[in-house]
RNA sequence: GCUGCCAUCGUCUAGCGGUUUAGGACAUCGCCCUCUCAAGGCGGAGGUCACGGGUUCAAAUCCCGUUGGCAGCGCCA
């Protein structure tokens, strides 16, 4: 069997959100599990609304994804179906040729109507519990009166004429055979009154000259489909395989959009998110194994994707789950590798300032005491930022509760005292001497061990909750933990 | 309005006619571990498999209908 092309072609009229992403995720693993091709496609047709910087930051997305092409421009060589940006294409004179071909064989005409009048017609046609669709009435014009048009200024679109009687069967991947009857598809344009061609023309032909074998698409296109397929059998082209994916809703049930929150995948890595973790979230959407496996590598995940495992029914974007797989990831990591991680995030987000004067060695330490706790790249600095400031930001609660309740205070006070000496002459700063150390302190006071432990957790962090606490003092080491004990009692205690 | 798609715990899903008292994951609740917070371990609750008809000895699984949700209906893609 002939290697199997398939390709992502977005639109560059805004971010890559995740319904998208999803789409190039599942093209790019069949591709990888079938040894095929990816090929990256911009689909620029719609003037006014495409930007330079949308293709930027699709492509951006798509890199940080580790979504890579085969071919496509512009950061691949491979360009042997070149160029890859529908509106160069344009430029070559591609989809007019095809046009043209359907003019004369009569499989395609000029219209002159106007848009309002087109409008109207439909409108009409709605009223009467009819299909929205043009009469055509250009169908028939004829060549005299086409010249008149032309002269009074006017500029055809060309449309293609649809069988009026029959129907076309889309044999789907996913869903099986899907049947329309051609009385209800209506003469779509194919060629814009600027020359430019609409979409449903645009697609068929990049994808039949660029030898596409599957067409992995959302199913808000299954409508566009017949239409499509009915171009491939006027000019005579073998139709890929179709399949398509079941829709990735929002909380309320409806199609993913701004009003759900953030969508853009950018806007996840923002916010610190692992690439892998939204990939694998994003595959669990709409594809699964007979066991139901979660948590996949890449490897994993190419290696058993089949279009013939993914659903047909829609899915909930739960972003509760992606938050849990995202501190599956980081949990799996070392702190090298976390910290490798949190630094691209830094750089990415412009956060430099925010860990200012840092030490890495320090900071990988903390990071690996603290690795658990990460949900988010971005949860880091709260999470280990006591570590590195001199000056100790005592939370509110933790002096009341654990420094000076009524209870409390004389333990604290005793304990603190005490261990600036003892701690101060501890030769073995490790955590297991230390935890040595303050349970023979507490047996010897015969106090609970919490009552020594929590008090010298607050004076060194200035907070109740944190690392393990004979951890975080050994990467502290002797010195800067019996300062900041000092500091503690000269500001509470005297 | 027309057309199409979809329908299993709150959410993602397994299930392709009998092995199912419907399995797993997230979320949720409880217990254990424990110096706090997490993580981890164990356990609980949560589904009349949307509803109604068939087909069959047997249906979440096949067929039909109903309802509901969603999508498309552009000289947007």
Same mark, same amino acid.
């Given at each position: 069997?002939? &290697?199997?092309?398939?390709?992502?072609? @977005?639109?560059?009229?805004?971010?890559?959100?995740? %319904?998208?992403?999803?789409?190039?995720?599942?093209?790019?693993?069949?591709?990888?599990?079938?040894?095929?091709?990816?090929?990256?496609?911009?689909?620029?047709?719609?003037?006014?609304?495409?930007?330079?910087?949308?293709?930027?930051?699709?492509?951006?997305?798509?890199?940080?994804?580790?979504?890579?092409?085969?071919?496509?421009? @512009?950061?691949?060589?491979?360009?042997? /179906?070149? *160029?890859?940006?529908?509106?160069?294409?344009?430029?070559?004179?591609?989809?007019?040729?095809?046009?043209?071909?359907?003019?004369?064989?009569?499989?395609?005409?000029? #219209?002159? #109507?106007? @848009?309002?009048?087109?409008?109207? +017609?439909?409108?009409?046609?709605?009223?009467?519990?009819?299909? *929205?669709?043009?009469?055509?009435? #250009?169908? /028939?014009?004829?060549?005299?009166?086409?010249?008149?048009?032309?002269?009074?200024?006017?500029?055809?679109?060309?449309?293609?004429?649809?069988?009026?009687?029959?129907?076309?069967?889309?044999?789907?991947?996913?869903?099986?055979?899907?049947?329309?009857?051609?009385? $209800?598809?209506? =003469?779509?344009?194919?060629?814009?009154?600027?020359?430019? *061609?609409?979409?449903?023309?645009?697609?068929?032909?990049?994808?039949?000259?660029?030898?596409?074998?599957?067409?992995? !698409?959302?199913? =808000?296109?299954?409508?566009?489909?017949?239409?499509?397929?009915?171009?491939?059998?006027?000019?005579?082209?073998?139709? @890929?395989?179709?399949?398509?994916?079941?829709?990735?809703?929002?909380?309320? %049930?409806?199609?993913?959009?701004?009003?759900?929150?953030?969508?853009?995948?950018?806007?996840?890595?923002?916010?610190?998110?692992?690439?892998?973790?939204?990939?694998?979230?994003?595959?669990?959407?709409?594809?699964?194994?007979?066991?139901?496996?979660?948590?996949?590598?890449?490897?994993?995940?190419?290696?058993?994707?089949? +279009?013939?495992? #993914?659903?047909?029914?829609?899915?909930?974007? &739960?972003?509760?789950? $992606?938050?849990?797989?995202? %501190?599956?990831?980081?949990?799996?990591?070392?702190?090298?590798?976390?910290?490798? $991680?949190?630094?691209?995030?830094?750089?990415?987000?412009?956060?430099?300032?925010?860990?200012?004067?840092?030490?890495?060695?320090?900071?990988?330490?903390?990071?690996?005491?603290?690795?658990?706790?990460?949900?988010?790249?971005?949860?880091?600095?709260?999470?280990?930022?006591?570590?590195?400031?001199? &000056?100790?930001?005592?939370?509110?609660?933790?002096? !009341?509760?654990?420094?000076?309740?009524?209870?409390?205070?004389?333990?604290?006070?005793?304990?603190?005292?005490?261990?600036?000496?003892?701690?101060?002459?501890?030769? &073995?700063?490790?955590?297991?001497?230390?935890?040595?150390?303050? !349970?023979?302190?507490?047996?010897?006071?015969?106090?609970?061990?919490?009552?020594?432990?929590?008090?010298?957790?607050?004076?060194?962090?200035?907070?109740?909750?944190?690392?393990?606490?004979?951890?975080?003092?050994?990467?502290?080491?002797?010195?800067?933990?019996?300062?900041?004990?000092?500091?503690?009692?000269?500001?509470?205690?005297?």
């Amino acid at each position: 069997m002939a &290697d199997v092309r398939v390709r992502f072609a @977005p639109s560059p009229t805004g971010d890559l959100h995740v %319904g998208g992403a999803r789409t190039a995720l599942f093209n790019w693993l069949f591709a990888k599990n079938r040894k095929g091709k990816f090929i990256l496609r911009i689909e620029d047709t719609d003037e006014v609304r495409s930007t330079e910087a949308s293709v930027k930051v699709i492509l951006d997305a798509m890199k940080w994804l580790q979504l890579d092409w085969d071919e496509g421009q @512009p950061d691949n060589e491979n360009l042997k /179906y070149s *160029p890859y940006y529908q509106m160069e294409r344009k430029e070559k004179g591609i989809y007019q040729k095809y046009a043209d071909e359907l003019v004369t064989r009569k499989l395609a005409y000029y #219209c002159y #109507c106007d @848009p309002e009048e087109v409008d109207d +017609i439909r409108k009409k046609s709605q009223i009467n519990k009819l299909p *929205p669709k043009y009469d055509g009435r #250009c169908r /028939y014009s004829t060549l005299e009166q086409r010249e008149q048009q032309k002269k009074r200024g006017k500029v055809p679109v060309v449309r293609f004429r649809m069988p009026d009687t029959g129907i076309v069967v889309l044999n789907d991947i996913i869903r099986g055979k899907i049947k329309f009857d051609n009385f $209800l598809l209506d =003469d779509f344009v194919i060629i814009k009154a600027n020359g430019t *061609p609409t979409y449903n023309f645009a697609c068929v032909v990049d994808d039949y000259l660029m030898k596409i074998t599957h067409v992995l !698409r959302g199913d =808000d296109h299954i409508s566009n489909t017949p239409k499509q397929m009915h171009i491939y059998n006027a000019l005579n082209w073998e139709m @890929p395989e179709f399949a398509h994916l079941a829709m990735i809703l929002g909380s309320d %049930g409806s199609r993913l959009s701004k009003r759900h929150g953030h969508i853009s995948v950018l806007e996840y890595r923002k916010e610190g998110y692992l690439q892998e973790a939204l990939i694998n979230y994003l595959v669990l959407l709409g594809w699964s194994t007979e066991d139901s496996q979660q948590i996949f590598t890449m490897e994993d995940m190419k290696q058993k994707f089949s +279009i013939e495992r #993914c659903g047909a029914s829609p899915s909930v974007f &739960d972003s509760a789950k $992606l938050l849990w797989l995202n %501190g599956e990831k980081i949990r799996s990591k070392s702190s090298d590798q976390i910290y490798e $991680l949190f630094i691209d995030w830094i750089n990415y987000t412009g956060n430099d300032k925010l860990i200012k004067n840092w030490d890495t060695e320090l900071l990988k330490k903390a990071i690996f005491l603290e690795r658990d706790k990460i949900k988010l790249l971005k949860n880091i600095p709260s999470l280990v930022d006591f570590f590195f400031t001199k &000056d100790i930001d005592y939370e509110e609660d933790a002096i !009341r509760t654990v420094l000076l309740s009524e209870k409390s205070k004389n333990v604290a006070e005793l304990v603190l005292t005490k261990s600036l000496i003892g701690l101060s002459n501890h030769q &073995d700063f490790s955590a297991v001497s230390l935890e040595k150390y303050a !349970r023979h302190f507490a047996m010897d006071k015969n106090i609970k061990t919490s009552q020594v432990f929590h008090p010298i957790r607050v004076a060194i962090s200035g907070r109740k909750q944190g690392p393990s606490l004979f951890h975080m003092m050994e990467i502290m080491g002797r010195e800067e933990v019996v300062r900041r004990i000092n500091v503690t009692i000269n500001k509470f205690f005297t």
